[in-house]
Every structure is written in structure tokens, then in C-alpha cells.
């Protein structure tokens, strides 16, 4: 099977913990470097041929809609929780907007969903 590419853009510039949760998943995660690496969320899922995209700032949006505004990728954001991310795969977002929650749980339960209901 295909590894799910995950792209992971965070304001601060971190996302390792969401890197480890989708690599647990069998996942790929491509993590975004530096301060403002949300913004770039979009650019990187279109250089690497992502299959989605998470970035994380107060409520994910800047870089969500950006990749929406710039190359087309179907945005949802100000998500808080792991239901609602699992939710948007299942509905076909791919920039998928959260405020900050760096955490393995959410990395890896976002790419099972990819795999259960996109592949």
C-alpha cells in the first residue's frame, strides 16, 4: 500500500509530536521548518504531491485558507479536536486548519482516517 503524505506546517515551527503520530500510522510526514511555516502549508502539499495538509496556528486558518486560495486544496479550520479532523478526512478536506495541538494522537489518528476512508 501507499504511505498517506502528510504535510505539517506550524506557526512556532514545531509538529514533531504530530510527525510521530502519523508515522506510527505508516504515515509519511513532511514537516514544514521555521516560524510562519503555516503560510507555506499549501506550496509544500503541491511540491511533495501531498495527500493532506495540517496547519496549526490560534485556529489554523491562515494556512488552510492560503492553500485553498493559492492551489485549490479544499480547507476546513478553527478545528479543536481529534473527531473534527477525522470528521474532514472522511468529508475530503485535505488543508485541514487546527489551533495548537502538536500531539501523536491527532497525527496518527488523522492518517488511519485517510487510509479507512480515502485509499
Known sequence: MEKVKVVIAHRMGKGQNVARGVEMAGGEAILVPGVGADMK????????????????????????????????????YDMRDVNAGVSAIKNGYEALGFGFMDTEELGKALTEAYQKYRM
Open 41 to 76: 502549508l499549501g506550496e509544500v502539499m503541491k511540491k511533495n504531491n501531498a495527500n493532506f495538509g495540517i496547519s496549526f496556528c490560534g485556529g489554523g486558518g491562515g494556512g488552510a485558507l492560503t492553500a485553498q486560495n493559492q492551489y485549490g486544496y479544499k480547507a476546513i
